[in-house]
């Protein structure tokens, strides 16, 4: 696994402690957006669609501080956005460290070397770099071309730098596993401590909507891409969720485990679905009726999301709170996944490529800003 094993404890502890405390919703990754404009208009994101007064707007560091605080996560994932846009990016970073949480800073990285002396290595800062396949994919998953080039240049600065950096890949229904393979041994050859993975949520003001996954293909895709995957390969991702994803284990949906606080207050009721806003993260947990969320739920919303913010909690819970989950993920942990039968051709789950998807690497969009 690509993470350390003092970030490993301290969530192990913080997971035990809450069920000793007999607390059943709690959270683990605050999800914590300081603004909404980015540098970038990626097809599968709904984020920049706000109105231009919004997209101006900054949460201050304190609004920032005081979110961490109230909600007591071990970790805090930055989204956004671009954070790298924010005029005090630095200082959250700097305060959020001071206080000892493992912050994970995630970043389409244009802006990184320019900014990257701004801030201090610690066992505590990670820089997430965004990259959704290799070259070609991802440069036409960002909506324009060189991202990828910047991004691999940023991954290897920020290491010679001595900073943490993982990647987080989102996945479509586009998606080579075969090439996002080869990505996972470039990655490691770079250094990078450790890969998330994460099929791709519809949001519903993203520009496209044609290339998010269903239900069968994400199993079917994840099969493909870590069927029989090497041992040199390290995710930033807990054993379960990544068999979960493969359809080996059966998770449920824990939207309170990331609760995503920005401009507006506590996002009802998860980092993806925008219903409304709390005050206070304990509003947030009292006055969301959970039982409607979740593929469980019949939430048509909730019936095919398998992504990471939902699914990845459960697991580090299921971990540490059950004797079968830590069983399955020592196994895992130490022999590596049992060899299974391959999965069918993914082109049998996909529809058959529209003009349009055979002419995207011809007719990428150029974004100019």
């Known amino acids: 696994m690509g993470v350390p094993l003092s970030q490993m404890w301290t969530v192990a502890k913080y997971v035990i402690t809450q069920r000793l405390r007999g607390n059943k919703r709690y959270p683990l990754v605050l999800m914590l ?27 201050t560091p304190e609004q920032c501080f005081n979110a961490a605080e109230e909600c007591g996560a071990p970790i805090v994932s930055i989204p956004g956005g671009e954070p790298l846009l924010h005029p005090q990016i630095e200082e959250i970073v700097a305060g959020l460290v001071q206080r000892k949480k493992y912050v994970y800073l995630c970043t389409n990285a244009i802006l990184l070397e320019k900014h990257i ?17 290799p070259k070609e994919e991802h440069d ?28 987080n890949t989102t996945c479509y229904n586009n998606a080579d596993p075969a090439a996002i393979r080869e990505m996972f ?17 519809p949001y519903e003001k993203a520009p496209t909507q044609e290339l998010f996954l269903q239900q069968k293909q994400t199993i079917n895709l994840f ?15 807990s054993p379960l969720f ?4 493969q359809g080996h284990w059966d998770l449920e949906c824990t939207p309170w485990g990331s609760p995503a606080y920005n401009l507006f ?39 095919n999301c398998m992504v990471h913010c939902g699914y990845e909690p459960t697991a580090v819970a299921e971990t540490f709170n059950s004797w ?33 998807d055979r002419a995207r690497s011809v007719q990428l969009p150029v974004l100019t800003r």
């Open 324 to 356: 079968k989950g830590f069983w399955r993920v020592a196994r895992l942990t130490v022999l590596g996944p049992p060899k299974r039968k391959a999965p069918v051709p993914l082109e049998v789950l996909l529809p058959e490529p529209t003009t349009d």
């Open 117 to 133: 002396d701004k801030f201090k290595p610690s066992k505590y800062l990670t820089f997430s770099i965004h990259l959704d396949g």
């Open 140 to 167: 036409f998953a960002v909506c324009r071309e060189g991202i990828y080039d910047i991004a691999i240049s940023a991954i290897k600065v920020a290491i010679a730098k001595g900073f943490r950096v993982t990647t």
């Open 185 to 201: 041994d470039t990655l490691m050859d770079l250094g990078v401590e450790g890969m998330m993975l994460s099929p791709g949520y």
């Open 33 to 59: 957006e300081p603004l909404f404009r980015c540098n970038l208009a990626c097809f599968g994101c709904g984020k920049i669609q706000y109105p231009a007064d919004i997209l101006k707007q900054n949460l």
């Open 265 to 303: 207050g506590w996002q009802k009721p998860c980092y993806l679905l925008q219903e409304g806003h709390a005050a206070t993260f304990q509003e947030l947990l009292d006055t969301t009726d959970w039982s409607q969320y979740g593929r469980a739920s019949g939430n048509p919303k909730c019936a």
């Open 242 to 245: 990544m068999e979960f994803l």
């Open 223 to 237: 099969q493909r891409m870590l069927a029989g995957g090497k041992r040199r390969w390290r995710f930033n991702l």
